[in-house]
């Protein structure tokens, strides 16, 4: 069974910076999207960016273009995001995901944990 | 980007009741690539519908998507008590990737 693992939770004061990794597990890594979505405590969810663990392209939403960078390293099958200059507004669950469509027509669709990051002075 | 507002943005049930919940789409979903997640409490997403109808592995036939376009409905058939939860719904046709605000479904 596929698995993501990701790190453990973290507190930042604001103005740091955060970097959570996710592991792949019985997951063909290089093969398929990594994506990355928050959600604030009570909140929604909200897509953050991807990164194609092939290539090392990535693609970040708007809000976050500049401030967040998404990496891979191949040989350990695990993806970064950093978030620079952090506010309280980025307290939240950090969860990276994979999901889309096999060549079969099949869905994946495959969850870390999703730590929790706090920002708090 | 596309905008998914659901609705209602809570629904107070009984078990052993339907529930309709609502996604609507500010422009049309490509090739209705329209998901709902159920959420618990300290849990990652779940995912029950891809595609706007398709279930997921090990889904309860109890759970139904349907729609096209830019209206797409989940119905929980006979609600059961692990049911009660949040409901998202997500189209990852177009980029950015975009989520509703979600539906909470309560006792």
């Known amino acids: 069974q596929a698995q993501l693992v990701q790190s453990g939770a973290e507190v930042k004061t604001p103005g740091a910076s955060v970097k959570v990794s996710c592991k792949a597990s019985?997951?063909?890594?290089?093969?398929?999207?990594i994506h990355w979505v928050r959600q604030a405590p009570g909140q929604g969810l909200e897509w953050m960016g991807w990164?194609?663990?092939?290539?090392?392209?990535?693609k970040s939403a708007e809000k976050f273009q500049g401030r967040v960078s998404m990496t891979r390293d191949t040989s350990i099958n695990t993806a970064y995001m950093e978030l620079r200059s952090l506010t309280p507004d980025d307290t939240a669950f950090y969860y990276c995901?994979?999901?889309?469509?096999?060549?079969?027509?099949?869905?994946?669709?495959?969850w870390g944990q999703g730590p929790l990051v706090t920002v708090s002075s | 980007e596309i905008v998914l507002t659901q609705s209602p943005g809570t629904l107070s049930l009984s078990p052993g009741e339907r529930a309709t919940l609502s996604c609507r789409a500010s422009?049309?979903?490509?090739?209705?690539?329209l998901a709902w997640y159920q959420q618990k409490a300290g849990q990652a997403p779940r995912l029950l519908i891809y595609?706007?109808?398709s279930r997921a592995t090990g889904i309860p036939d109890r759970f139904s998507g349907s729609g096209s376009g830019t209206d797409f409905t989940l119905t929980i058939n006979r609600l059961e008590p692990e049911d009660f939860a949040v409901y998202y719904c997500?189209?990852?046709?177009?980029?950015?990737?975009?989520f509703g605000q979600g539906t909470k479904v309560e006792i």
């Open positions: 995901a994979s999901w889309g469509y096999y060549g079969s027509g099949s869905f994946y669709n495959y």
């Open positions: 422009q049309s979903v490509s090739s209705n690539y």
């Open positions: 990164i194609n663990p092939n290539s090392g392209d990535t």
């Open positions: 997500q189209q990852y046709g177009s980029s950015p990737v975009t």
């Open positions: 019985d997951f063909i890594f290089t093969k398929y999207f």
């Open positions: 595609g706007a109808s």
